[in-house]
């Protein structure tokens, strides 16, 4: 299975690199320097269907208003 991971070299070149396994070090795109792989975290996502996450749920119904009306001014 292949992965994109990070890599950074000493030169602080950041790089992404799609590879099979997780190998630690890369060569790197920019300068062909030897880079390491970076941590990275997840994005985390919270769905505003449900109700218990209020910003998530307010930003989705904003979202959803400003489609409508844009809709009505393109159909108008």
Avoid: I
Avoid at 18 to 35: I, N
Avoid at 68 to 73: G, Q, S
């Amino acid at each position: 299975m292949y992965r994109v991971y990070d890599y950074k070299c000493a030169n602080g070149h950041v790089n992404e690199h799609m590879v099979k396994g997780s190998p630690d070090t890369q060569k790197c795109k920019s300068c062909s320097a030897l880079s390491t792989r970076q941590l990275s975290s997840p994005r985390a996502l919270l769905e505003p269907f449900s109700g218990d996450f209020a910003g998530a749920s307010l930003k989705w119904a904003k979202q959803h208003e400003r489609a409508r009306v844009h809709e009505e001014k393109v159909n108008s």
